[in-house]
């Protein structure tokens, strides 16, 4: 059973770090990659950061060079390490991922966790 659980989020001033963790069981992150999608109050989920199976990695242009995706693979977790906070950074985050599974696709999304920036 493919399951997802993020953990690591919080309320931290703006200019702070946060590293967010999502810990995979199920399956290999490596096999299938994994992303981080946000959402904020009244807006529209974003995808934020991305990294494949290769190990290739893609953000959106707002978090460029101030967060960085990598996959743990002893612990089997998706970190998102995010630096320079700024308050357009507060929303739930999600890590999702689609996982080939028993002959079909699954589309598997974590619960989300709570990121704050603000003083």
């Known amino acids: 059973q493919v399951q997802l659980e993020e953990s690591g989020g919080g309320l931290v001033q703006p200019g702070g770090s946060l590293r967010l963790s999502c810990a995979a069981s199920?399956?290999?992150?490596?096999?299938?990659?994994m992303r981080w999608l946000r959402q904020a109050p009244g807006k529209e989920r974003e995808l934020v950061a991305v990294?494949?199976?290769?190990?290739?990695?893609n953000y959106v242009d707002s978090v460029k060079g101030r967060f960085t995706i990598s996959v743990e693979h002893i612990k089997n977790t998706a970190d998102l390490q995010m630096n320079s906070l700024k308050p357009e950074d507060t929303a739930v985050y999600y890590c999702n991922t689609r996982v080939f599974m028993n002959g079909r696709w699954g589309d598997y999304w974590g619960q989300g966790t709570q990121v704050t920036v603000s003083s």
């Open positions: 199920g399956f290999l992150i490596r096999s299938f990659g």
């Open positions: 990294i494949d199976n290769h190990g290739d990695t």
